[in-house]
């Protein structure tokens, strides 16, 4: 399995691999810091499961959504998002993502999640 | 007032700037749901600057008069936290919740305030492991020529810009919120922002 954490911010990318690590090993994981920089990882090494931020530089997870799944259909995104209103929650839904969750992931939500997309 | 201002290296900013996200994403939902409203959330821009600094960009503000929100919150990390409204939104917000009074206004202003630094200050303090406590809020409708005068920017020292609109767009209301600190608050923030950082290595 292989995974792809997205975040434009440093701190909310080292928490979210913390979590991850202690399921997956370090090796399995890739890192992005915007949407553009996403679809490049996927287009090359086709990760089983993407996490993404929503608001970020140069495209945000909005655009990003449907052009990473473009690229990988079998790609699971679980977007990880400060921005919890419904509707965010439903557009990311309605755009693709399998998952919407809110920051920071803790160990147990990260085993939750992996195990939802089992 | 001490005017030296307390720096943070790349490291620390892009920590309080992450865990400003999460508190004001907190903070936008809730004020979304109660305006049944959808907010554009943006990148914040985090900026640490003296009081007098901080007049100096009041200036590149473009409207001429501001509803100026204050609520105090105490604890490890203590200040106030300032939301700013200008009167053209104001008055969108007015029209949205259906107010035709002044002073209903001022006080739908004050519940705004009241959830939305609430509910930024208090995630914000959990995410560092701490707790705040507030004080009632205080609102004042303020000339930008007389900002500088204002009582509350005189008293703090540095201030936390968080340079990111609550940006109801259909509604067309925005909003700019301001964290203003004491040197003893912001060093407190400084240590506890790397023993986050320490937590992660």
Redesign the interface.
Known sequence: MRYLVTDDSKLARMTLIKSLTKFVDNSQIMQATNGNEAIDIVDKYKPDIVFLDLTMPEMDGYEAIPKILKSNPKTKIVVVSADIQTKAKEMAISLGAKLHVQKPINSQTMQEILELLE | MNLEKITFND?EK??L???I??????A??IV??ILDA??S???PIIEVMTINELLFKFNNFKHSSYFFSTQAFIGDFSGECAFFINEESANNLAKHLDIDNVADLDDAILELTNILTSSLTMRLAQ?MHTEVTYSLPNISKIPLSELSNSKTLQYYSQVIVIDTKLNFKEQHIDGQIFILTKDGSMQWLKKQLNI??KS?I
Request: hydrophobic share 50%.
């Open positions: 490291d892009d920590v700037q992450e865990l996200n999460i508190a004001y994403g907190n936008t939902a979304a749901d959808f907010a959330l943006s990148v995410e986050i950082l992660l």
